[in-house]
């Protein structure tokens, strides 16, 4: 490989890395208790129209990932949250689709830990969430 090329390289890793880095500094950040053991969901991503239907499913990728722990980026079901104010307020009366997130620690382990994943939904709208793990 000639040094340009290895150069270009650098520099292509280098700017993946800037960008990372960004959407990580930027996530919301959001606390977490699981109990050691246990496999919890941290999160969850729908995207409901206003007459409750699936509007699609967010794509979900992990930015980092845990360091004393496994987690699952999967599809399930589970009931919305939308604030009483909200026009889809009715759907939380209802199982919809969505993309869940779940934790698992590592047998016997106590202590901290950290994952951060990053959502885009099919409008459009992204979000970056960090989820700062206590594991007890």
Known sequence: MSLM?????I???LAVVGCVDSR???ATVAN???PA???QRLTYYSYLNPDCSVGGLADVR???SP???TFIIAQGEGFSNYPSTNQR???NKQRTRMIEVNYTPKAGYRGPDELVVHAIYPGGTTVTNRFVIKVD
Do not use: E, P
């Open 37 to 39: 053991g246990t496999t």
């Open 32 to 34: 977490r208790t699981v």
């Open 5 to 9: 090329r290895i150069v270009r390289w």
């Open 67 to 69: 360091s004393h722990g």
């Open 89 to 91: 307020y009715d759907c």
């Open 62 to 64: 992990a930015l980092s």
């Open 11 to 13: 520099v292509l890793a």
């Open 24 to 26: 990580i500094q930027n």
